[in-house]
C-alpha cells in the first residue's frame, strides 16, 4: 500500500475513533485513549496487513446507520462482506429487475475507509426469489446467468472477490439439490465461475461453505470440486470456510485442511468467522473463544495461501446467532457493548500485536462477560444447566467383526433448557478409524473426534434424546468410544 494513502488511512482512522468515542455512554467512557477503536489500541487491520493477511467483517446497511458500529468497522477492518445486500433476493426480486442500491453504499462505506469488499453471494438457494426457484428448468442457465452477468459487470473492477457460488453441498459432500442442480447437475458451477470471469477479471472467484473446515465428508466433497475444476482448467480462485463455530469445536484439522486446498492451486479465506456459546456467557466460554478465535487466526497465518479472516458482524448486538439459534450469543469479539472480550485480545496477540493496551473484559449490562461460579470446572446439571453448554448422558452400541465396528450413540439432553445447536466429542480406542457416519458429521477420523448435528437434528429439547453412529475400521480393539462431551461439558454414560 502506497503511504500517502496508508496516512490518509489513518488519519480517516483517527477520525473514526474520534467518532466512536464521542458516541457517548459507557463505551466513551471506557475506550478514550486505550480501546481498541482508540488511537493508542492495536488495530486489527494493520497487524493483519502486516503479517501480509486482512482482518474483515460483515457489514449491512442498517449497520451503516450506526455509528458505533461504523467508527469501529471503518477503525479495525480493512475488507468487508455485504451481509445480505448482494443476495439475490436483494439485487434481482424480480426477474430482470436489478436493484444495486443497498449494495452500492456498502462498497461507498468500504471505499471510503479503503477496505476491500468480498462481494457475496452471486449463486445460492437460500435468500432466492421465488421467481428463480419457480422456473422450468430449460430457462434456470440463463437467469442464472443474466444474473450473474449483470451484478458482477456493475461491480466490475470494484471487488476483491465475488463468493460465485455459496452453501453448495450436503452434509455428506453431495451435491446439494437445488433449482440449480436440478436443472444443470454439477455443471452449474463451472458454468457460474465462467460466466463471472467473463463479467469481471479481476475479481478473485471463491465458492463458499459452511462445515468444511476440517477434514470431513463435506470438506473432501469442496476438495475434489475444487480439484476437479482445477483440472478442467475452470477459473476458480479460492475457497471460503464461513467457520460458524462452536465454542470449544474449531476442529483440529483446520489447519491441514486449509493446507490440502492451498496445495490445489487455490486460496482459503475464512469468511464467516464467529463462535457461539450459551448466553449469558460464562468466564469460562469467554476463555475458550479467545483460543478458539487465536486458533482459528493462526491456523490461517500459518498457511501462505490462507489470505485472511473476516468475521461475520462487529459486536454482538450485529451477530445472525441469537435470531438463528435459540438461547445462543455472544459469538463475536467485542460484547454486547463493544467492549471487546477476551477473543480479541487473543487475535490481537495472535497478529503479533501487544494486547496489554486494550482494555479488559468488563462485565456488561446484558451479562455477556459475566463470570461463571467456578470457571475452573464444568458446571453440574443441578446448579447451572445451561452456562457451560449442555449436561448429557451417552448410550452407545456397538456391533463388531474381524476388522470393522459400527457404533450408535444416544445423547441425551439431561439440562433444563433445550440444547440447539450440539457437538459431541469422545475419544476413540486407539486403532479405530472412522469412514462413514449417518444423523452427524464425525471429524476428525480418529483419536479425540467430534460429532456435529445436521440441520434437521440441531435442537435438543430438555429431556430428549438424539442419536447418530458411524462406522469403523478397527484393529483388534473395537471397545465403544470414551469420554463423551457435549457442546463441551462432560456427560454421564450408561
Ligand atoms: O446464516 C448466516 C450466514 C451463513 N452463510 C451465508 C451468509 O449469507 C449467511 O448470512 C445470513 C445473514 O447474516 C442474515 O442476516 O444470512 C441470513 C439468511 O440466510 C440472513 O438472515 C436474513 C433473515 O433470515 C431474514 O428474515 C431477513 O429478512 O436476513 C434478512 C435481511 O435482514
Same mark, same amino acid.
Given at each position: ?68 458500529? !461504523? ?12 451481509? @445480505?445486500?448482494?443476495? /439475490? ?9 436489478? @436493484? #444495486? ?16 469488499? *468480498?462481494?457475496?453471494?452471486? &449463486? ?136 490440502? #486446498? ?5 486460496? &482459503? ?25 487465536? @486458533? ?15 468475521? /461475520? ?11 438463528? #439459534? ?10 454486547? !457493548? ?20 486494550? %482494555? ?32 448429557? *448422558? ?6 463388531? /467383526? ?58 435438543? %429439547?430438555?429431556?430428549?434424546? +438424539? ?7 478397527? +484393529? ?7 469420554? #463423551? ?7 454421564? !454414560?450408561?
Amino acid at each position: 500500500m502506497a503511504a500517502q494513502l496508508r496516512a490518509a488511512h489513518r488519519r480517516a482512522r483517527a477520525l473514526a475513533a474520534l467518532a466512536l468515542a464521542a458516541a457517548g455512554g459507557l463505551l466513551a467512557a471506557a475506550t478514550v485513549g486505550s480501546g481498541p477503536a482508540g488511537a493508542a489500541g492495536p488495530v486489527l487491520r494493520d497487524l493483519a496487513e502486516a503479517k501480509g493477511s486482512y482482518f474483515g467483517t460483515a457489514l449491512t446497511q442498517s449497520d451503516l446507520n450506526n455509528s458505533t458500529v !461504523t467508527a469501529l468497522a471503518g477503525t479495525q477492518f480493512d475488507v468487508v462482506t455485504p451481509g @445480505n445486500e448482494m443476495k /439475490w433476493d436483494t439485487t434481482e426480486s424480480s426477474a430482470g429487475n436489478f @436493484n #444495486f442500491g443497498p449494495g452500492d453504499r456498502i462498497v461507498s462505506f468500504a471505499k471510503a475507509h479503503s477496505m476491500r469488499v *468480498r462481494g457475496h453471494t452471486l &449463486v445460492w438457494h437460500s435468500q432466492l426469489p421465488s421467481w428463480v426457484s419457480n422456473l422450468p428448468a430449460a430457462q434456470v442457465k440463463a437467469a442464472m446467468e443474466n444474473h450473474i452477468t449483470t451484478e458482477a459487470t456493475h461491480y466490475k473492477g470494484q471487488l476483491y472477490s465475488w463468493d460465485v457460488v455459496n452453501e453448495p453441498f450436503n452434509e455428506d459432500g453431495t451435491l446439494r439439490t437445488d433449482v440449480f442442480s436440478n436443472a444443470m447437475g454439477s455443471g452449474y458451477i463451472a458454468d457460474a465461475l465462467r460466466t463471472a470471469r467473463a463479467a469481471d477479471p479481476s475479481a478473485k472467484l471463491y465458492l463458499n461453505d459452511y462445515n468444511i473446515e476440517g477434514l470431513g465428508a463435506k470438506s473432501d466433497g469442496m476438495y475434489q470440486l475444487v480439484s476437479s475444476l482445477k483440472s478442467q482448467g475452470v477459473p476458480i480462485d479460492g475457497v471460503g470456510f464461513e467457520s460458524h463455530f462452536i465454542v470449544g469445536q474449531v476442529p483440529s484439522s483446520m489447519k491441514a485442511n486449509i493446507q490440502r #486446498f492451498t496445495a490445489l492451486g487455490v486460496n &482459503v479465506a475464512i469468511t464467516e468467522l464467529d463462535d457461539r456459546m450459551p448466553v449469558p456467557a460464562s468466564a469460562a466460554n469467554l476463555a475458550q473463544q479467545a483460543t478458539d478465535y487465536a @486458533n482459528v487466526v493462526n491456523s490461517c497465518l500459518a498457511v501462505s495461501g490462507c489470505v485472511g479472516v473476516s468475521q /461475520w458482524g462487529v459486536g454482538d448486538p450485529d451477530s445472525w446467532i441469537p435470531g438463528a #439459534f435459540s438461547g445462543y450469543g455472544a459469538a463475536t469479539m467485542y460484547d454486547d !457493548t463493544y467492549q471487546p472480550k477476551a477473543a480479541y485480545n487473543a487475535v490481537v496477540t495472535a497478529l503479533g500485536g501487544n494486547s496489554s493496551s486494550s %482494555p479488559s473484559p468488563s462485565p456488561s449490562p446484558s451479562g455477556s462477560s459475566s463470570p461463571s461460579p467456578s470457571p475452573s470446572s464444568s458446571p453440574s446439571p443441578s446448579s447451572s444447566p445451561t452456562s457451560g453448554g449442555a449436561a448429557c *448422558r451417552v448410550s452407545t452400541q456397538v456391533n463388531a /467383526w474381524n476388522t470393522g465396528l459400527t457404533e450408535n450413540v444416544t445423547v441425551t439432553n439431561t439440562g433444563a433448557t433445550a440444547v440447539n445447536g450440539w457437538q459431541l466429542t469422545f475419544t476413540l480406542p486407539a486403532g479405530q478409524t472412522v469412514n462413514n457416519a449417518w444423523n452427524a458429521t464425525v471429524s476428525p477420523a480418529s483419536g479425540t473426534v467430534g460429532a456435529t448435528n445436521l440441520a434437521y437434528n440441531a435442537s435438543v %429439547p430438555a429431556g430428549g434424546s +438424539t442419536g447418530f453412529g458411524f462406522q469403523a475400521t478397527h +484393529t483388534g480393539n473395537a471397545a465403544p468410544a470414551t469420554g #463423551f462431551a457435549l457442546n463441551g461439558v462432560a456427560c454421564t !454414560t450408561g
